[in-house]
């Protein structure tokens, strides 16, 4: 049994989600011996592809066609479609980030398998797959109803193997013709330099709680020494204090980082739905009774004034220690 | 331009999530169902903007049973023009995507919008799947949607930031926090989706391809340990050797 891998990359580099997909996908195939097969869309650096070995890839196509330089899930599943027909494999594994959720769902569709989407552990020995849904609040065992899966796993789905080899490097011609790529990209506009919320080991969120937006200083401050993400509660991003993308909750972005800062925000329920899967949570608030504590493993009963720069020093004689 | 929104009714997000005892279906019980907030305050407004510039019928899809209809007229009391019921199941998203999709092969229309997750699905499938069976170009996770004549003008999210893209109609689209603006319905609106049509049709196809073996609630969140704020260093402490955060 062969699985593949969809190797996301940007500007020809594979991004990290996907190492964890493929030691996911390496141990898919431990019972039966089969390989790990990856394929990159575009621009990729060989180094970087043979690197991949480490995670447990055993061989990386890629496709040497600028056309796949503008994400076009059309496109992206016929060539992915075109690589299964010429080379079988009964699962296919991606990372649960944005191009995963765009990608998995509709190359499932195409090659008739069952998708499981935000596989949180490797199938149980029923078969069954993991996956979190209620936002958080609860738990469902998929059951698969076709012959083969496609999988698009979260972050701690399983840990990552460290092997000492390369993945050997294979060309892959997808034959597609220019009237099957038909979006294009304009404009890319990106944040410069910090930590990408939806990939952060660590979050520092905070909440109405702060006042304004002159004073997020001090939790870019406290983010900066965690190299952690930024991230807030649902009304800071409508009044624009800070950018829709750092909203998380049931309406926002689900985050579930090795560590989650909450800062002046009060523990709604919709607020926690979409980050109470992070590993540890610590929450600063001046009232004993916010419902955060209830979800939270450490917490500080305090001004966030008073304590976050305190916190912040402390944390930095820490890691300068 | 005609444009279909599918439309999902989930809990209320503030429901208490429990499961029958077998751990086999979602406990019903005294719950508030809505409709899916991205598809309602998202997808649906903003084809409500568009038909309202540009002309158009907006036609609503729903895949359950007559207890739906509610969520359907509510959505019609916002702007929808017709709606679809498919008598059905919802939970597995390929029979969905396929049930939607055969409905609008045999309509025309220029658009498909929908939310970009269902939250209590979390799955971020539907709208991928059904442009799958379309065989049209998809937005995921979009910001932003105008349209020119044929050309569609969206920004999409992309990891840490987003970008715009230009793409010919017909297209699906899934939409994101920023596209639109929510909207209360009025009382001229809620009379007049009364009389607007609901047409309950049967899927061609019920096979489904995934099933819930079970379902189960996460452990309890053992007490919070609460520490002083004058005594920060025992946090690093216990982050550091409890929690090995960092
Ligand atoms: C359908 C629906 C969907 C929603 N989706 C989301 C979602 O996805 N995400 C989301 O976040 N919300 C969501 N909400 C909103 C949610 O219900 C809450 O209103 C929101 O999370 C509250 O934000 P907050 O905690 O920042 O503000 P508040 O509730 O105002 O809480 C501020 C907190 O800061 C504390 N505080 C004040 N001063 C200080 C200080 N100096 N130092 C420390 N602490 C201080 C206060 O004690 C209080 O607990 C949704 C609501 C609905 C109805």
Same mark, same amino acid.
């Given at each position: 049994m062969n699985v593949l891998v969809y190797l996301d990359s940007a500007d020809g580099r594979v991004k990290?989600?996907?190492?964890?997909?493929?030691?996911?996908?390496?141990?898919?195939?431990?019972?039966?011996?089969?390989?790990?097969?990856?394929?990159?869309?575009?621009?990729?650096?060989?180094?970087?592809?043979?690197?991949?070995?480490?995670?447990?890839?055993?061989?990386?196509?890629?496709?040497?066609?600028?056309?796949?330089?503008?994400?076009?899930?059309?496109?992206?599943?016929?060539?992915?479609?075109?690589?299964?027909?010429?080379?079988?494999?009964?699962?296919?594994?991606?990372?649960?980030?944005?191009?995963?959720?765009?990608?998995?769902?509709?190359?499932?569709?195409?090659?008739?398998?069952?998708?499981?989407?935000?596989?949180?552990?490797?199938?149980?020995?029923?078969?069954?797959?993991?996956?979190?849904?209620?936002?958080?609040?609860?738990?469902?065992?998929?059951?698969?109803?076709?012959?083969?899966?496609?999988?698009a796993v979260t972050g701690n789905a399983t840990e990552l193997l460290n092997e000492e080899v390369e993945a050997s490097i294979s060309a892959f011609d997808a034959g597609l013709s220019d009237g099957d790529f038909?979006?294009?990209?304009?404009?890319?506009?990106?944040?410069?330099?910090?930590?990408?919320?939806?990939?952060?080991?660590?979050?520092?969120?905070?909440?109405?709680?702060?006042?304004?937006?002159?004073?997020?200083?001090?939790?870019?401050?406290?983010?900066?020494?965690?190299?952690?993400?930024?991230?807030?509660?649902?009304?800071?991003?409508?009044?624009?204090?800070?950018?829709?993308?750092?909203?998380?909750?049931?309406?926002?972005?689900?985050?579930?980082?090795?560590?989650?800062?909450?800062?002046?925000?009060?523990?709604?329920?919709?607020?926690?739905?979409?980050?109470?899967?992070?590993?540890?949570?610590?929450?600063?608030?001046?009232?004993?009774?916010?419902?955060?504590?209830?979800?939270?493993?450490?917490?500080?009963?305090?001004?966030?004034?008073?304590?976050?720069p305190k916190l912040n020093a402390a944390l930095k004689a820490h890691f300068a220690a | 331009m005609n444009i279909l929104v599918p439309v999902r009714k989930v809990p209320d997000t503030t429901a208490k999530i429990a499961f029958t005892p077998d751990g086999k279906s979602f406990d019903a019980n005294g719950v508030q169902f809505v409709m899916n907030p991205t598809d309602e305050w998202y997808a649906l407004v903003r084809a409500v903007e568009l038909k309202e510039s540009l002309g158009g019928t907006i036609t609503l899809i729903n895949i359950g049973g007559a207890d739906n209809d509610q969520i359907i007229r509510k959505g019609l009391a916002i702007g929808g023009d017709d709606a679809v019921r498919i008598e059905g199941d919802d939970r597995d998203a390929h029979f969905c995507a396929k049930a939607i999709s055969a409905y609008a092969k045999a309509n025309a229309f220029d658009l498909i919008i929908t939310g970009k997750e269902a939250i209590d699905d979390n799955g971020f499938q539907l709208a991928a799947m059904i442009a799958e069976f379309m065989d049209w170009p998809f937005i995921s996770q979009a910001t932003r949607l105008d349209v020119e004549g044929d050309v569609c003008h969206l920004s999409r999210e992309i990891e840490g930031g987003h970008e715009d893209v230009e793409v010919s109609k017909p297209l699906v689209v899934s939409?994101? =926090?920023?596209?639109?603006?929510?909207?209360?319905?009025?009382?001229?609106? !809620?009379?007049?989706?009364?009389?607007?049509? #609901?047409?309950?049709?049967?899927?061609?196809?019920?096979?489904?391809?995934?099933?819930?073996? =079970?379902?189960?609630?996460?452990?309890?969140?053992?007490?919070?340990?609460? !520490?002083?704020?004058?005594?920060?260093?025992? #946090?690093?402490?216990?982050l550091k050797n409890e929690a090995k955060a960092i």
């Open positions: 990290k989600p996907v190492y964890e997909a493929i030691s996911y996908a390496k141990r898919l195939t431990q019972s039966s011996g089969g390989q790990v097969h990856g394929l990159v869309l575009g621009a990729s650096d060989e180094a970087d592809l043979k690197s991949l070995g480490k995670y447990g890839l055993d061989v990386a196509h890629h496709v040497d066609d600028a056309r796949f330089s503008s994400f076009d899930s059309r496109a992206y599943t016929m060539a992915i479609g075109k690589f299964v027909e010429a080379n079988p494999c009964t699962h296919v594994v991606f990372a649960f980030n944005h191009r995963g959720k765009a990608l998995a769902p509709r190359v499932a569709a195409r090659l008739d398998l069952t998708y499981v989407p935000g596989a949180m552990a490797l199938p149980a020995e029923d078969g069954t797959v993991v996956r979190g849904v209620n936002s958080g609040k609860a738990f469902a065992h998929v059951k698969a109803n076709k012959s083969g899966m496609v999988l038909a979006i294009k990209v304009v404009k890319v506009e990106k944040m410069g330099g910090g930590i990408i919320l939806t990939e952060a080991d660590r979050v520092v969120s905070a909440g109405r709680g702060l006042k304004g937006p002159e004073n997020w200083a001090m939790i870019e401050e406290l983010a900066g020494t965690l190299k952690a993400a930024t991230a807030c509660s649902r009304p800071v991003s409508d009044v624009g204090w800070r950018p829709h993308r750092e909203h998380v909750g049931q309406t926002g972005t689900t985050v579930r980082p090795n560590l989650y800062f909450a800062i002046g925000i009060s523990g709604a329920i919709q607020h926690l739905a979409g980050v109470n899967q992070s590993r540890t949570i610590v929450v600063i608030n001046t009232d004993p009774e916010a419902p955060f504590f209830k979800a939270a493993d450490y917490g500080i009963v305090g001004d966030a004034f008073d304590v976050v | 939409a994101s =926090k920023g596209m639109a603006e929510q909207r209360i319905p009025n009382m001229r609106g !809620i009379m007049m989706a009364r009389s607007k049509p #609901l047409n309950v049709i049967q899927a061609e196809d019920s096979s489904v391809s995934s099933e819930v073996a =079970k379902y189960a609630l996460p452990p309890e969140k053992g007490d919070v340990k609460l !520490i002083d704020a004058d005594n920060i260093d025992e #946090l690093i402490t216990l």
